[in-house]
Structures are given as structure tokens and as C-alpha cells.
């Protein structure tokens, strides 16, 4: 490790202890929020993938401060307990269920998110290609789950790796947000392929109908195609009744497996859903 990113590390690191973050990860929110002013009119936002729970301290300090407005919700989710935070309301679950997104909804009276941040990371292996793709099968769910809790408009910000599908990603993600791009803040860690997805402006394609089917799960999927076949391209109803539409027929296929065949470009491929 360089000098410099030794250097890097230790002023964040102590930075954290003196500000009393649980954890440096906290930095880098605070960094996207000052370059791109995501929390700009957030009143509604999730923290997936939350625990300890360093970002949802940045959103009790920056978005729900004394707690005097009534409409601020803050939802935290993470498969760990974390410790209580003021403003920040926390869920025990998993991102890819759709009873964590029901459990989410439930909180925002009716409403959607205006902001949805996921800093998920899977337990990491050390293999680089493992890693890898797990971390791209989190983003997945974290968009999937997304498509439920944001409201059009709204904005998504997700970790990442940088890698070889970096493009392909940018792809996927702008079927469902106008601008997407790619950040390193600056307490990220120069040494490390961590990087962020800050995707705003989010304009499903039309008629698409979020459902917390898994695409990762290949044969799930398969068994989704059959009962469409079955039932003559009807929309169909999956174990959590939840309907896919034509539009996600195309697009859940292209997100799981990466094929680019039904995408010429964005315009053409949203006109291909209506
Ligand atoms: C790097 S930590 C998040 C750090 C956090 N943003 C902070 O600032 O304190 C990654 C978290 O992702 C969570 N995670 C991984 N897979 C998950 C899943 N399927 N559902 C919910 N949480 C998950 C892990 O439990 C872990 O706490």
C-alpha cells in the first residue's frame, strides 16, 4: 500500500472515531451528498443493506436533524441488528424478500421513497470473479426491490465493483433512470474496485410492473416463461401475486443474464415495451 492511500485511510478512519461514526463508509455518503445533493428534498428514504449502520447516522443527522418534520421517514434494512438511531427505523430482513418491501411501504403512509442507498456487500470470498458477481447479483436485488419502494423521479444510489460489466450495468440501470453514473468518493479507498451508482431521475418503462421474483434464479425465471406459455402471454401471477407484464418480460431476462439482444438502444427498446 502507497504512502498516500496509508494516509488516505488513517485520516477518515480517525476522522469516524472523533465525529463519532459507527462507521468511515460514512464519509462516502457524505461526499455523493455534497457533490450531487441527493438528500435535496428527501423526506422518504431507505438504507438497504444498512448495518452498522454509519449512512443511516448521515440520514438521522442530515435529513431527519431534530426530528420537527412529521413527513421525514427514514427505513433501514440490513439481515443484522444494529443499535437504535434517532429518526431511523429499522428492519431485520433481507432485501431480496417481498415481505421486506411490504415491511418498508408500510411505513411511508402510502407514499414511495424519494431516495433509495444501498452499501450492500456480500461476505467476500478473496476471489476476485466470486466477489464479483455477487456483489452484481446484490445491486440486482437491490434494483429489484427499488422498482417497488421508489417513486418516479426519485433517485438510487448503490456500491459497486469496477469491472469488466461496468458497461453493462450502465445499460441495465438506464432502462430504468435517466442519468446513471459512476463515482468515487474520495474517502474510498484509492486501492480498492469500490465504486458507486448514482441513478437519478427514475422513469420505469412504461407498463412495467415491479415483482419481487429473484432473476438471479434461473429457473424460477424458466418456470415464469412456462406459465406464460401456458397461459398464451397473459400476464401471469408468480407465489407472491405479483403480475409480470410485457415490459418485464423483456427486461427481467436482460437484466439476469446479460443478454443484450432485445436492446438496441433506449429509445428503441422502450418503444419495443409499449
Ligand atoms: C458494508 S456493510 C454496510 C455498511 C453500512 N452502509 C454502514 O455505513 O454502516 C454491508 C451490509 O450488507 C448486508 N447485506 C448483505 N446482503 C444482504 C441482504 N440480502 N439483505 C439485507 N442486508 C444484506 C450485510 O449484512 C452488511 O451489514
Redesign the pocket.
Known amino acids: 500500500m502507497g504512502k498516500s492511500s496509508k494516509d488516505n485511510r488513517d485520516i477518515f478512519y480517525r476522522k469516524a472515531k472523533e465525529e463519532g461514526w459507527?462507521?468511515r463508509?460514512?464519509f462516502?455518503?457524505i461526499q455523493i451528498d455534497e457533490e450531487y445533493s441527493i438528500f435535496e428534498g428527501v423526506k422518504k428514504v431507505v438504507?438497504?443493506?444498512?448495518?452498522?449502520?454509519?449512512?443511516?447516522?448521515?440520514l438521522s443527522r442530515r435529513i431527519f436533524k431534530d426530528g420537527s418534520d412529521p413527513d421525514i421517514k427514514i427505513v433501514a434494512?440490513?439481515?443484522?441488528e444494529?443499535a437504535p438511531l434517532k429518526g431511523v427505523i429499522q428492519i431485520k430482513?433481507?432485501?431480496?424478500s417481498l415481505q421486506?418491501a411490504n415491511e418498508i411501504i408500510s411505513h411511508f403512509d402510502g407514499h414511495l421513497a424519494d431516495l433509495v442507498?444501498s452499501?450492500?456487500?456480500?461476505?467476500v470470498t478473496g476471489l476476485h470473479d466470486i466477489d464479483f458477481y455477487g456483489q452484481s447479483q446484490?445491486i440486482l436485488?437491490a434494483l429489484n426491490i427499488t422498482t417497488q419502494l421508489l417513486k418516479p423521479g426519485g433517485t438510487f444510489v448503490a456500491?459497486m465493483f469496477k469491472g469488466d460489466d461496468m458497461t453493462l450495468m450502465y445499460s441495465q440501470l438506464k432502462l430504468f433512470f435517466e442519468f446513471v453514473s459512476f463515482v468515487k468518493p474520495k474517502s474510498s479507498r484509492d486501492s480498492s474496485l469500490e465504486n458507486f451508482v448514482l441513478c437519478q431521475n427514475y422513469i420505469p418503462p412504461p407498463s412495467y410492473k415491479p415483482v419481487m421474483i429473484d432473476p438471479v434464479l434461473e429457473n424460477q425465471y424458466k418456470q415464469l416463461q412456462y406459465q406464460q406459455l401456458e397461459q398464451h402471454q397473459e400476464p401471469i401471477n408468480n407465489n407472491n401475486n405479483t403480475s409480470v407484464s410485457s415490459s418485464n418480460k423483456i427486461i427481467v431476462p436482460f437484466i439476469a443474464s446479460g443478454d443484450l439482444s432485445p436492446m438496441i438502444d433506449i429509445d428503441q427498446s422502450r418503444t419495443q415495451l409499449n
Request: aromatic share 2%.
Open positions: 459507527r462507521a463508509s460514512a462516502k455518503l438504507d438497504l443493506c444498512a448495518a452498522p449502520g454509519s449512512w443511516s447516522q448521515v434494512v440490513d439481515l443484522q444494529m430482513g433481507d432485501i431480496t421486506t442507498i452499501d450492500g456487500a456480500p461476505d446484490l436485488s456500491k
